[in-house]
């Protein structure tokens, strides 16, 4: 059964520093998302990463898989007030009967404190 | 703002109703996909949709069933709906349906109460 874990679940941190989120998955998966999350609000996404050694940035936001540790980061550099939210990781896997099976993590609630 | 709408934005009920969730894509995307967030279970892949037809399953009940219409928007039917059934209804879409590898943009989400 596929599983995901996300971790921390909490996350304060200072402005200006760096942090990382970290998901670990147990079988093996084709593809590997992050979404943002703000209180109240939908879900956005921001990294879709489908292959070993893919990484993706977007700002102070950095994203990496390898699928072979099974495990992907999200890097958070000199983090800012305006990346509080909660982030999701998800894990994806097209089943023989074309099914999708997808799991998502429980989701790191980041705060960043000036 | 996605370019996703959904409608209602809460609905109230009871249990053993059926209701109805519609979600409109952004313009030119051909793929709808369901998701629900509840406290007890977090974040469910539902169902996707691609230009009509239903491409990939996820942890969909039988009680629920949508479909896509041809002008595109899909409707999410719950039925025999039940207290647990409280959460968050999202749908999203993307240009293609190319095995959830694009970038799905997500609508503001349907708050569905069942008392």
């Known amino acids: 059964e596929l599983k995901v874990e996300q971790n921390p679940l909490f996350l304060s941190m200072q402005e200006g520093k760096n942090y990382t989120i970290y998901c670990n998955y147990s079988t093996t998966s084709d593809r590997l998302y992050w979404y943002r999350q703000d209180p109240g609000k939908s879900l956005e996404s921001l990294f879709v990463l489908l292959s070993n050694g893919a990484v993706k940035q977007e700002g102070r936001l950095m994203a990496s898989l390898d699928t072979k540790a099974r495990l992907s980061t999200l890097h958070i550099t000199a983090a800012v007030h305006d990346l509080s939210a909660t982030y999701f990781c998800a894990v994806g896997k097209t089943l023989w009967n074309n099914n999708n099976d997808m799991r998502f993590g429980a989701g790191t609630r980041l705060t960043v404190k000036p | 703002d996605s370019g996703v709408t959904q409608t209602p934005k809460h609905l109230i009920t009871a249990t053993g109703q059926r209701v109805t969730l519609r979600c409109s894509p952004r313009s030119g995307d051909l793929s709808v996909y369901w998701y629900q967030q509840s406290l007890d279970q977090g974040l469910q892949f539902l169902i996707q949709y691609y230009n009509g037809e239903e491409r990939a399953k996820g942890n969909i009940l039988e009680r629920f069933s949508a479909q896509q219409f041809p002008d595109l928007h899909s409707e999410l039917n719950l039925s025999s709906l039940e207290l647990g059934d409280s959460a968050l209804y999202f749908c999203?879409?993307?240009?293609?349906?190319?095995?959830?590898?694009?970038?799905?943009?997500f609508g503001p989400g349907t708050r569905l109460l069942v008392l």
């Open positions: 999203a879409s993307s240009v293609a349906g190319r095995d959830f590898q694009e970038t799905q943009y």
